[in-house]
């Protein structure tokens, strides 16, 4: 038996349903797609138009209007655009899902396609007017019908509708909402102008609102009246449209105050228009002052706003931008992502990885070119510059770049400024110096004494002080910028190369085999509290120092990872002595082997307590003091 062919079956009633109350999370947006659907038919027009001049009548301004009356509990959105015949009026509205913007386009030749500007191409927009209303009358006269010929489509949503052919004055078409009992807020003047606002401010058409306003007073008069009348309630202007040469910085500063809630001009602004493969348009902003809450990657809304043909889609499109550019403020115009029909949900896809990619370079050229304003570019670190050390770690393609736009605290200035660039750095290295060598710290002032840096600071290397609570992190992500590889001053091997010259290693050698004695005091007195005894050759004024072996976590990244929540086993430490230093020499002179051990683990925990900033057992380090303090 040959296989037979079958339909599918659809409940009307349910899907009008389902499109009406399911597809939108906000009802607000019905505005939105009606709206959308006004401008694209006076687009058409104005297309047409074009060619057929004639068409346009005596009505050549184009226009939108949205009146609300509780008394008949209407909402009006009119337009004098293309308009509707019976037939298309059945095509469109009584058939869902079928696009008159998708079928207008496929009429169209390539190249005028690609100029219109219309925005439908779903063909569902105007069923989300059910969302609202329990029933929806049309009017509409078509630009080609004869005289006033013109067709009325109604429905209550509920798998039926009735056409039949009236006659109206105007071309274009009015779609009245009969409001259900519960939508009263849209009979308010200011919650339609916010809607309209919020979704159509930056449409090409004008949007006008029926509201109540104030006159000023006639002459001879003490004071005006107040008169309902149509009120232009949108921009009507994108100005990410304009070509950036019309445009000057300060519609740029009073462009981001408006869109971006912000009363302070941005630092920088980035403009580009982009035509081939992915079609689109970005207007990126650096503010000049961090939110409160910048530093929570999870619970911040950011983003950028994202537009379909100058109609608002939806804020905080994170989509556009890694985690650690999350300050950047603006916008995205696109016809080419792959948006739900609903158009409230972006779609992952190749293209919108493919935009991810390209606004993230734009974005750090912006900052990139912001750092040749020294004055400027110091505002933008000290607000943001931890926010993008984060990229280091989470965009390894473009690791070194950010290394470049990246500030510092070195031993080579006396205050902390951040002001040091890799590229700084690197300039002013010694000539035999092959690595760039840094620390890290709790603070600024901890890295600056640090003893790590006694032996660096006297062969007169300078050496990066890290103290802001993400370096250790990310510097575990780091091996090297511009072919040098970074070394930690807390390293047992510090890799010092032709820095270290013939008398320097004779003297390391000559110094562990005459201290022999001391190590092995060393190791019986603290046993399992350490993992080895050296003699240090780093230090020079202080008694001590830890370092690790370099398989285990450093005190700074284990204090990190604690704080994340993470349970780790107790580090434990190689142990470098000073035996130059007087405290060294006077635990070593004592005799007596129970004292002894005393200054020993007093000199271990002094360098832990440099090394971390604190210890697990204060108190048992307090009582040794006291006791060695009260020893004759």
């Not at 009245?176 to 919650?191: G, P, V």
């Not at 348009?281 to 961090?290: D, K, M, N």
């Amino acid at each position: 038996m040959a296989a037979q062919v079958h339909g599918f079956q659809t409940e009307v009633t349910k899907l009008l349903n389902l499109l009406a109350n399911s597809l939108y999370s906000n009802k607000d947006v019905f505005l939105r797609e009606l709206i959308s659907n006004a401008s694209d038919a006076i687009d058409k027009l104005h297309f047409v138009s074009l060619t057929k001049p004639e068409l346009l009548g005596d009505d050549p301004t184009f226009k939108i209007k949205i009146k609300a009356d509780k008394a008949s509990r209407t909402l009006i959105i009119s337009d004098n655009g293309i308009g509707l015949t019976e037939q298309e009026a059945k095509d469109h509205l009584g058939t869902i899902a079928k696009s008159g913007t998708q079928a207008f386009f496929e009429s169209l030749e390539e190249n005028s396609a690609k100029d219109s500007q219309l925005i439908g191409q779903f063909g569902v927009g105007f069923y989300s007017a059910f969302i609202v209303a329990d029933r929806v009358t049309v009017l509409s006269r078509s630009a080609y019908a004869k005289e006033d010929e013109a067709v009325r489509w109604e429905s209550t949503g509920t798998g039926t509708y009735e056409t039949e052919i009236i006659t109206k004055k105007t071309r274009g078409t009015d779609i009245i909402l009969h409001l259900k009992d519960d939508q009263d807020k849209y009979f308010d003047d200011w919650t339609l102008g916010d809607i309209i606002t919020k979704y159509s401010d930056h449409i090409s058409t004008p949007v006008e609102l029926y509201k109540e306003v104030q006159k000023e007073p006639k002459e001879g008069e003490t004071s005006g009246t107040k008169e309902f009348e149509y009120v232009q309630i949108n921009d009507a202007e994108a100005l990410w449209t304009k070509k950036p040469s019309s445009l000057t910085e300060e519609e740029y500063y009073q462009f981001y105050k408006h869109t971006c809630s912000d009363y302070q001009d941005p630092l920088a602004y980035a403009h580009n228009k982009v035509d081939g493969d992915l079609e689109y348009t970005s207007l990126l902003y650096l503010p000049q002052r961090a939110p409160f809450d910048l530093f929570s990657r999870q619970d911040t809304k950011h983003g950028l706003k994202l537009f379909v043909q100058r109609v608002f889609i939806m804020d905080d499109a994170d989509q556009f931008l890694p985690p650690y550019l999350r300050f950047i403020k603006g916008l995205i115009d696109t016809n080419d992502l792959p948006l739900n029909v609903s158009r409230e949900i972006l779609q992952d896809s190749a293209v919108t990885r493919k935009l991810k990619k390209a606004l993230t370079k734009r974005a750090l050229k912006m900052i990139q070119d912001l750092s040749q304003n020294t004055e400027k570019y110091n505002t933008f670190i000290t607000q943001f510059g931890s926010v993008l050390k984060e990229g280091v770690a989470d965009d390894y393609a473009n690791q070194q770049l950010i290394l470049k736009l990246l500030r510092f605290n070195t031993t080579y200035n006396e205050k902390a400024d951040m002001s040091v660039s890799l590229d700084d750095y690197v300039s002013r290295m010694q000539e035999k110096q092959k690595h760039i060598y840094y620390l890290t710290a709790n603070s600024y002032e901890a890295a600056v004494s640090s003893p790590y840096l006694e032996n660096l600071k006297k062969k007169g290397i300078e050496v990066l002080l890290l103290s802001e609570r993400i370096d250790e992190w990310i510097m575990n992500h780091l091996r090297d910028y511009d072919g040098k590889e970074f070394v930690s001053a807390t390293s047992p091997d510090l890799k010092l190369g032709e820095l270290e010259d013939e008398e320097d290693v004779k003297k390391k050698e000559e110094i562990q085999e005459q201290n022999r004695d001391l190590i092995e005091r060393f190791k019986t007195a603290l046993g399992d509290k350490v993992t080895d005894i050296r003699i240090s050759t780093r230090l020079v004024e202080s008694p001590s120092c830890v370092v690790t072996d370099g398989n285990m976590f450093t005190g700074q990244m284990q204090k990190l990872l604690e704080a994340a929540g993470q349970k780790l086993p107790e580090i434990k430490y190689i142990l470098e002595i000073n035996p130059e230093h007087a405290l060294v020499k006077k635990a070593y002179a004592e005799i007596d082997e129970s004292v002894f051990a005393k200054w020993a683990s007093i000199i271990l925990n002094q360098a832990i307590l440099s090394e971390q900033g604190g210890l697990k057992d204060p108190s048992s380090f307090l009582k040794e003091v006291n006791e060695l303090l009260l020893t004759k």
